[in-house]
Structure formats: C-alpha cells, structure tokens
C-alpha cells in the first residue's frame, strides 16, 4: 500500500535540545496530522494541517504542511521527558473518502 | 463523555481459536479503523469502513474478519487463519480526516 517515509527512525537526545522530524510522500495530501504515542496507549492526536503552507504550533510543538503539499515536519522545542514516545505523521489525499495513511513513527528517546 | 473505547485492554486465547476484539465510538464519525501494532514497530491497517454496512481490506487483512452494521461499532475477528495473531490491536475513528483512536487492546495468543 501507499506508504509515507518518516524520518528519522529514532532519536535520542539530550533534556532541553530541540527535535525535528519529516514526513515525505510522492503524492499530495490534503491533510496531514502528528500524533504521539506513549507505552501501551493508543496514538494522541498534536497537530492537524489542513492547507498547504500552514504553520501550526500546539505549547512547544511547531508543524507545517509544505507547500508542494507531499511533506510535513514537526519541530519539539526545549526537550522534556514526558516528550519520549513515538511520534506518527499521517496524511490523507484529496478525496476525504480515502483512508488515512501513517508514517512509520520516530521513537523519541531522552537522555539523563 | 464522547470517545472511541475497545474492550478489553487484555486478552489472552488459546491458539486455534477465533476471538472478537470490539471497538465503538459515539463521535458519530463514518470511517472507522482497525490497525496492528508489533513491538518497535508502526502501525499496519488492517480493515477500514467508510460507511455502514461497507469496508475495505487494508495492508494486512488475510486470517481477520469485520463487520459495520451499526454506525458506532466495527468489531474485528481474529480468526484461527492468522498466523502470528499475538499483538497490539488499535481501532481509530475519523471525520474530515482527523483520526482518534481507542486504547487499544493486546492480545496474547497461546
């Protein structure tokens, strides 16, 4: 099936940095959306984008829906421990009927 | 409170047997999703309904059975044809492209 490349795979870093991470497709989006999910919990909701060139910020999350409309990035700012999961994007194409498609996640990981 | 719940969170069978996973959701959303989940790994689909009484095979869905005759439920079987059933098995809603999802449950097949 259609897949979308998120990257990277896994980051770890130290408490205080900021992070980033993308989503890219070969085919356009009409929404794109970032999730987190913590141990043993269904995926959380962030951030939805919904038109090409917005920039959305949600506390210390930043993501935007890029303007050739086939990536998206998601920017944490000043790293907490609560920030460790794995954080999914996803993205549905032009027509609202088809299904949502999600990036393989990036597992965030902090450092002591 | 509205939400999209699975039941239960934990569920242990013996291999050879089907077992039902629910998922139901009061949002009043159209399309529903059923997702798994193995360790370390993304989320893979599974099954997805648009509509009542309609749905569509996803990436993975040989050895899984579903069914949509109520707006609010979309019920995945685990059949006995599924070769690695044990995993974490996610279930989401969605409208106008926002998708929620359940808790999820993990089932553990011995």
């Known amino acids: 099936g259609q897949q979308l490349n998120q990257s990277p795979q896994s980051m770890f870093i130290q408490e205080g940095e900021d992070v980033s991470m993308n989503c890219t497709s070969s085919?356009?989006?009409?929404?794109w959306l970032w999730y987190k999910q913590d141990p043993g919990e269904g995926p959380v909701l962030l951030i939805a984008l919904y038109k090409a060139g917005e920039l959305t910020s949600n506390g210390r999350l930043t993501a935007q829906f890029g303007i050739t409309r086939k990536d998206s990035f998601l920017n944490i700012s000043a790293s907490i421990p609560s920030d460790v999961g794995i954080y999914f994007c996803a993205g549905q194409r032009l027509n609202r009927d088809d299904k949502i498609i999600f990036g393989k996640g990036t597992r965030l990981h902090i450092l002591p | 409170d509205g939400g999209i719940t699975q039941s239960p969170k934990y569920l242990f069978r013996k291999e050879g047997q089907n077992v039902t996973l629910s998922c139901e959701q009061n949002l009043n959303h159209d399309a529903m999703y059923w997702y798994r989940q193995d360790p370390g790994q993304g989320l893979r689909l599974i099954y997805y309904s648009q509509i009542v009484n309609d749905f569509q095979k996803g990436d993975i869905a040989e050895g899984y059975s579903v069914s949509r005759e109520k707006k609010e439920s979309f019920p995945l079987t685990v059949t006995s044809a599924q070769k690695n059933p044990t995993a974490f098995y996610l279930c989401?809603?969605?409208?106008?492209?926002?998708?929620?999802f359940g808790q999820g449950t993990r089932l553990t097949v011995v």
């Open positions: 085919s356009i989006f009409n929404t």
């Open positions: 989401a809603s969605s409208i106008t492209g926002e998708a929620f």
